[in-house]
């Protein structure tokens, strides 16, 4: 039986040697490794030396399909492919597909990231995604003292 192994418990990257080992008694290549700007825990893997957040492999993990899959899907609806003609290309049912995108407007900065940093798509077109969803939210990132602070809300 496997647990789901949590963010931090092995690295991501998979063309690491190391990739997706659980972090247990002989093993002990991620490390925590700082914070982000959004305050995020950042781990670094010594095997790879590659850095990633918390959120990196685990955006989507309880879904049963892996992560690469859901991104290239949602990277191929930016491009302007329809979603009825994926369902038929891929497989997946419409509402897997619309659940997806709901999933990831919720990380909509994390997904941009990995959208941007790994296939060639453009804000525009990535913006195109969450109209699917009405998502408008969650833009920018880097959100400005979110927690705690003396401040009185939105201005
Ligand atoms: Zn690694």
């Not at 972090?23 to 490390?31: A, C, E, F, L």
């Not at 453009?122 to 979110?146: H, S």
């Amino acid at each position: 039986m496997t647990k789901f192994a949590q963010v931090g418990d092995f690295c991501p990257d998979e063309t690491c040697p190391d990739y997706g080992k659980r972090q247990s008694d002989p093993q002990h290549n991620v490390i925590k490794y700082g914070k982000t700007q959004t305050g995020r825990q950042r781990y670094k893997c010594n095997t790879c030396q590659g850095t990633f957040t918390e959120t990196r492999g685990t955006i989507f993990y309880r879904r049963h399909t892996p992560e690469q899959d859901i991104i290239g899907t949602l990277a191929l609806i930016a491009e302007g492919n329809r979603i009825s003609s994926l369902v038929r290309t891929t497989g997946h049912k419409e509402d897997t597909i619309i659940a997806w995108i709901r999933e990831a407007a919720g990380h909509a900065a994390a997904i941009e990231e990995v959208l941007l940093a790994e296939y060639q798509l453009t804000r525009g077109q990535i913006d195109g995604l969450w109209a699917y969803v009405g998502n408008k939210g969650e833009k920018k990132a880097i959100p400005r003292q979110m927690k705690g602070g003396s401040s009185g809300g939105p201005r």
